[in-house]
């Protein structure tokens, strides 16, 4: 009988997709169902980017690139990094990779073994936790609190620091709740840091460009005391509406980029080629069609916060960044995953119970507000309608 290594047994995944594949059979079985769980954009890739990835089949861009992305594309991510946030990169600490998770894989596996720890944020993005886990090491928790609005707490997190600790994941603007964590608290959690220098830091800047009212997005590559460990991970999935594109971007300190390399070539090779072409008119051309979806989304945004505070005990604080609500379900006496599959089941309404981001998740569920107008105040009138009518149990 074939045995796999116990390590696969400690794996976990993204329930967002087991709920997409569920909806999606519901739906092919003659169901009206809206579906609010995925975090995916509802707008198509714009146009130009579309046109860049053509001419670049048609001029011929079918082979190998280097593991480590083109060079066109690394100075484009370089000079993107310097327009948004006024840092200066060199493309050679740049890669271009596969999709934001092959960053948080390559930087897990780097510090990740038996008796090492690994700090996360929770609720946060289930990968963390799941390749923490993968690697034998130990996942430790950063309660992300919803009366701090959802962004970490500095001293929180500099606690729960100790000597077996490797690697800090930070995201900011927020997977699942949306929170974006104060200039203030970023101060002094990197000042913190200086008592800590063999801590490395990822961090997840994937949903950077969406911030609301005001709300400035601090990276935390402006903090040259702590460029020397840090890893930033970026890309285009979210910005541009490229999920399927597979094209994400990350930035190393010189003594693990070559590690990065060599765990490029060991498990893609590289992006393909006519992607890493699009993502540089991504990139270099008019940032218009950003800003106009973040519009959308923030039109959303206030939509779903005034419905899902309409709803029967339901409260939700206003999410300051990305494109999902987490609104606290906990008076409506259900199980947080329990309601989640009901809605789904009963009501055609799909949304991710907040256990799935992890323990302190419970109590949650989210929405993403990446669909139409439209549909979420269909769905919002349909969970109201089930909240009143159907209790738990």
């Known amino acids: 009988m074939m045995q796999v290594v116990p390590a696969f047994g400690r794996i976990g995944e993204e329930n967002a997709f087991a709920v997409l594949a569920r909806a999606d059979a519901l739906s092919a079985a003659g169901r009206d169902v809206i579906n609010l769980g995925i975090g995916q954009p509802d707008m198509p890739t714009p146009a130009h980017i579309v046109e860049a990835g053509i001419k670049a089949l048609r001029d011929g861009h079918h082979g190998y690139t280097p593991a480590t992305g083109i060079l066109p594309l690394r100075e484009a991510v370089s000079r993107d990094i310097h327009r948004r946030h006024g840092v200066a990169v ?103 840091l200086a008592a800590h220098p063999d801590v490395a830091i990822l961090s997840d800047e994937i949903y950077g460009t969406m911030t609301y009212d005001g709300e400035a997005h601090h990276s935390l590559l402006t903090y040259e005391e702590i460029r020397d460990r840090l890893i930033y991970l970026d890309g285009a999935s979210k910005t541009y509406a490229m999920t399927g594109w597979r094209l994400g971007w990350s930035v190393w300190p010189t003594p693990l980029y070559e590690a990065a390399r060599k765990l490029a070539v060991n498990a893609h090779s590289c992006v393909n080629a006519a992607t890493q072409w699009a993502g540089i008119a991504a990139l270099d051309e008019s940032q218009d069609c950003v800003a106009e979806m973040v519009a959308a989304f923030d039109r959303r945004r206030r939509i779903v916060v005034a419905g899902l505070n309409d709803l029967p005990d339901i409260s939700c604080i206003m999410p300051k960044g990305a494109f999902y609500a987490f609104p606290n379900v906990g008076g409506t006496g259900w199980r947080a995953k329990a309601l989640a599959s009901a809605l789904l089941e009963e009501a055609g309404v799909a949304v991710i119970g907040g256990p799935d981001f992890g323990v302190h998740g419970e109590g949650y569920i989210r929405l993403s507000y990446a669909n139409s107008a439209e549909n979420i105040l269909r769905a919002l009138e349909r969970m109201k309608a089930f909240l009143s009518e159907r209790k738990p149990g």
């Open 90 to 192: 060199s493309p050679e600490s740049v890669m271009i990779v596969p999709g934001g998770k092959v960053t948080m894989f390559m930087a897990i596996l780097m510090f990740g073994e038996p008796g090492a720890e690994i700090l996360y944020p929770d609720p946060g993005f289930p990968i963390y936790r799941s390749m923490i886990a993968f690697t034998g090491a130990r996942p430790v928790p950063v309660p992300i609190r919803e009366e701090n609005g959802f962004a970490f707490s500095a001293d929180e997190t500099l606690a729960l620091i100790t000597p077996k600790t490797r690697l800090l994941i930070v995201n900011a603007p927020a997977n699942p709740t949306g929170g974006v964590t104060p200039k203030a608290e970023i101060d002094t959690l990197v000042k913190g």
